[in-house]
């Protein structure tokens, strides 16, 4: 196999690979695989190497069960076994936060298990209540119980589940009694009088966590659950997921210091420098069903040094070409001044720029790599990203 042709700009090929199991040589297997891509003419200086966050962490065996989950939130929390728990804005999701909610009800087994749904949306889009329903029962302020409304105004439009059912019945397994609310101001909760509370959401979770404890100062955040130890991530909860029956995977840990490693290594065997990054859910939302599906704390659970703070901006290229054009420029004039122009430290308010919104690379890359391995059965947990502006 020969090198990609010049005329191939940027490019992010899906990586087949075998099966990562707890104690897997990650760095061994990503180095050997980079050993093949160089052999084949596929790896260049400047590529970046991504692999998917779930691989990094079951190789790591950083999993914990529903059980150490609901000890360290009645430990956190100072609850009894009899308490009201309180859980306020998680996402609508069976593989995400299914199995959270099951180690959160362990926790008050014989007690109670108090759930508030924002609406008509969670944090990342999915609809849990109609939204017309919400317009003529109170609006954006209402607060509306599960018990009270019809079902078929409760189903998701994409997995037709209601997720209050779905989530009340997981809470009922444990042992707890069940009850499911929507409000949009986390304090709704409080009329409820939970002795103490889980901040679920992700993104906003501070500005939650701050509205309650001007009121009520017994609640933590997803993050703050598994979040030391030998088995932990220092994102918690946040970011992990369904692992096996019982079990959570949690995000990986010190994926800087992995990244750094897999760099090294890959350097050793292939004298290629490239840039590694572990990546999550991609940030991108999906324009029919207005989900966004960043349902993980950050798009990146690690990168190589060369990609931090690394934006990416650039030139607008096509209206370059137009305004030269009209100009009278000539395809060669054309091309060396928009050449120019890229090589040019341009300010982000210039006119060769304008309409460009400066990213984070890091972003970029991780929902490319997203968007190419899938969340099925593709079986390529390690994306290479080809540069477009190595030649």
Known sequence: ???????????????????????????????????????DGLLDDGDVICVTESVVARVQNNIVTTDQVGEEVRAKLGLEATSTLGVVFPIASRNRFSVVLEGLAKA?????????????????????IDPIYVETHGGFGAVLYHQDMPEELLLHPVT?????????????????????????????????????????DIRTREQTRAKLQNSF??????????????????????????????KLKLAPRDGDEITTNIQTEIWRRTGRKVEVLIYGDGAYKDPETGIYELADPVTTFGSTPG????????????????????????VEEIEAAIEEARNSDLDAD???TEGTTPRKMTDILASLADLVSGSSDAGTPVILVKSVYKR
């Open 217 to 246: 100062a017994n609640c933590i955040t997803l993050q703050d659950i598994c979040n030391n130890g030998d088995i932990a991530s220092q994102w918690g909860l946040l970011g992990s997921n369904m692992s096996s029956e019982g």
């Open 307 to 330: 990609l931090n703070n690394c934006v990416r901006g650039g030139v607008k290229y096509k209206m370059l070409a137009d305004k030269l054009h009209a100009e009278g420029r000539s």
């Open 350 to 352: 210039s006119m060769e």
């Open 1 to 39: 196999m020969k090198t990609l042709p010049e005329y191939i700009g940027s490019a992010a090929l899906g990586l087949r690979m075998g099966v990562f199991l707890p104690g897997t040589d990650l760095i061994g297997e990503l180095a050997a695989l980079a050993e093949e891509l160089n052999r």
């Open 108 to 128: 008050v087994a014989q007690g109670r298990v108090v759930v508030q749904l924002s609406h008509p949306q969670d944090e990342v889009g999915n609809q849990v």
């Open 160 to 200: 037709k589940i209601d997720y209050g059912s779905y989530y009340r019945e997981v809470i009922r397994r444990q042992g707890a009694e069940p009850l499911i609310l929507y409000a949009n101001d986390p304090r709704a909760i409080l009329a409820e009088q939970p002795d103490g509370i889980i901040v679920a």
